[in-house]
């Protein structure tokens, strides 16, 4: 606001002994301190602002500029007292305070209480102007000054409401692929809540996935009557026409959509992909892209579906661009280069167009038998060089069973190198991780990396680790055989007066079993043969004279089990010398 001087008027000369009355009001304070502010007079800005409270104090815009100026002379705690009665007493929909308030805890040093305010803040207004200051003042508290415990909080309440709302409307069932329990337990929840529009529009398709296609038609119909623009039940029910009635007709229905673009992100997506579903790919294209201009950040989904669109309908240059773009975040590297290298190999056959899935991680469940045999070759120079099974890797971390899961970590380990040990610690970040698994990874980043720090997720928060606090002796505690038989190992030794090989013998059970997990199917037989063949194995190293009927004595085992227990530790960890 461009502030206006009062003037005198002429006709006062002369009539000196006369008073004009002139009214100060709100309005007037303020153009008084925005122009001490633009002359940097801080301590006139700050009178002229409390007098704009003095005369409109339910106008909570005046005492967020006061507590602005006191922020800005380093009166951080008096601003601090100005936004919480602002808060309390004037108006508590008065968002902006809390990111006021952050500010002003931060420059205190008072980061958890800076951190709890941006989360309110961005938590209350998602679209709020300032919201980017907000997302890079967030970063800096959890990078630069630790913290993250209201973080952690924050999103455990959020995937607590997430959970909660994808129970009542059916979408865990849908996500994981369970159609049939879907149908069962959706169609109990609209009974319970008839008016649960979501849970309809989900059961709807629960019943198209298990083909009761009739049945889905019906349900996005009843929703429609309900709700004739619900954009949900809309592009469902486009979608069952085209595999009920074929191309044409989806075309023709999904025509009168196109000049529609939904102003929510996750409408706008949905309609996008559902052209994308009945093959209007262009007009998917386009969607996508115009969802882009709008986003400031596009996430990987988005990027990778406005590839997909494009390769889909031919234009090959603007999926290349894209899904170039893609392969600058190191998560989805390999995934982008896997795409990449499809379009290169189309171009070179020919092809005018594509056919990509919009679900960007299909195409790596095609490598997944791929990997688990590569997994056994232990081929590392080439796993290094191979964004494909890389792309696997990532894939089977996730959705692989346990002991596949201890393959690709194992694999991993033995990359070794920056994106590797990134994707073991996403993987500790990662909610409900088996503790066997949460150990082997814990053990797997104190072997290769250079960060003695990890973050681990646990009961729905991320707590932070000291590597050097993980000791070496914790894979005991992944199989309860494994502690068994180190202590009646140990036991032996005392008894014998061998205490001063202890540690080694320790040592080479627990690289056995760092070298074992990746293979082993947890039946681990009598724990007084692999007793008995680790000892076996470390005195003849050291030069100590034992007998296979000794220990075969002392633990009550045959000697050949002893002596082929002893043969298994030994080759393993031979083979694994000679890789080093």
Same mark, same amino acid.
């Given at each position: 606001?461009?502030? $206006? ?80 009665? $602002? ?43 300032? $919201? ?28 607590? /409401? ?62 429609? =009557? ?30 009168? +959509? ?53 390769? !889909? ?45 919009? /679900? ?21 120079? =080439? ?22 899961? +201890? ?19 996403? +993987? ?23 960060? !003695?720090? $990890?973050?681990?997720?646990? !009961? ?33 030794? +005392? ?86």
């Amino acid at each position: 606001m461009k502030p $206006v001087s009062p003037k005198r008027s002429s006709n006062l000369q002369g009539h000196s002994n006369k008073v004009i009355p002139f009214q100060q009001t709100a309005d007037y304070f303020h153009e008084r301190g925005l122009e001490y502010l633009r002359r940097n007079d801080l301590h006139r800005a700050l009178r002229a602002f409390q007098r704009t409270v003095e005369a409109d104090p339910n106008n909570p815009a005046n005492h967020c500029n006061v507590a602005g100026i006191l922020a800005e002379l380093g009166q951080f705690t008096d601003s601090i007292a100005v936004l919480e009665k $602002v808060l309390q007493e004037v108006d508590p929909d008065m968002s902006e305070c809390y990111f006021y308030l952050a500010n002003n805890y931060a420059h205190l040093g008072q980061y958890d209480l800076a951190e709890e305010y941006i989360l309110r803040y961005l938590d209350v207004c998602p679209d709020g102007e300032y $919201v980017l200051e907000a997302e890079e003042m967030l970063d800096l508290l959890l990078e630069e000054f630790g913290g993250g415990q209201a973080y952690s909080r924050y999103e455990a309440e959020q995937e607590e /409401q997430e959970r909660a709302a994808a129970l009542r409307d059916g979408r865990h069932l849908l996500e994981q692929g369970k159609f049939e329990e879907a149908v069962e337990w959706l169609e109990r929840m609209i009974v319970k809540e008839p008016e649960n529009i979501a849970a309809r529009n989900n059961l709807s398709l629960a019943y198209f996935y298990t083909g009761q296609t009739e049945k889905a038609l019906k349900m996005a119909e009843e929703v429609l =009557t309900q709700q004739p623009d619900n954009l949900h039940a809309l592009c469902n029910y486009g979608v069952y026409i085209k595999q009920q009635w074929g191309q044409e007709a989806a075309v023709e229905y999904f025509s009168k +959509f196109e000049p529609v673009f939904p102003l929510n992100y996750d409408l706008a997506m949905k309609l996008a992909t559902t052209y994308g579903l009945v093959g209007m790919h262009v007009q998917a294209m386009r969607c996508f892209l115009t969802i882009a201009r709008f986003t400031i950040d596009p996430d990987v989904i988005l990027i990778h579906s406005i590839a997909a669109a494009a390769a !889909n309908a031919g234009y090959f240059a603007t999926a290349k661009r894209w899904w170039t773009k893609l392969s600058k975040d190191e998560k989805m590297y390999q995934m982008a280069e896997y795409y990449l290298r499809v379009l290169s190999e189309a171009e070179q056959e020919g092809y005018k167009k594509v056919n990509i899935s919009y /679900q960007y991680d299909i195409p790596v469940q095609l490598q997944y038998v791929e990997m688990r045999r590569r997994l056994k070759e232990m081929d590392v120079e =080439t796993w290094r060089d191979d964004p494909i099974f890389r792309a696997s890797l990532q894939w089977g971390l996730i959705h692989g069973n346990q002991q596949t899961k +201890f393959s690709i970590l194992f694999a991993l380990s033995q990359i070794g190198d920056d994106v590797a040990e990134k994707m073991v610690r996403q +993987f500790l970040r990662e909610q409900d991780v088996e503790e066997e698994l949460r150990i082997y990874s814990l053990l797997l980043l104190k072997h290769i990396s250079k960060v !003695n720090f $990890v973050e681990i997720r646990h !009961n729905h928060q991320l707590q932070r680790l000291s590597l050097t606090d993980v000791q070496e002796d914790i894979i005991l505690q992944v199989n309860r055989y494994y502690q068994e038989v180190w202590s009646l190992a140990e036991l032996w030794l +005392f008894r014998q007066g061998y205490q001063n090989i202890h540690g080694l013998v320790k040592k080479t059970w627990l690289k056995y079993l760092y070298l074992r997990l990746p293979e082993d199917d947890k039946k681990i037989g009598k724990i007084g043969i692999w007793a008995g063949g680790l000892l076996y194995l470390v005195l003849r190293y050291e030069g100590i004279s034992v007998t296979l009927r000794e220990l075969s004595e002392a633990f009550e085992v045959s000697s050949t089990s002893i002596r082929k227990a002893s043969q298994r530790i030994e080759q393993l960890l031979l083979q694994n010398v000679q890789k080093e």
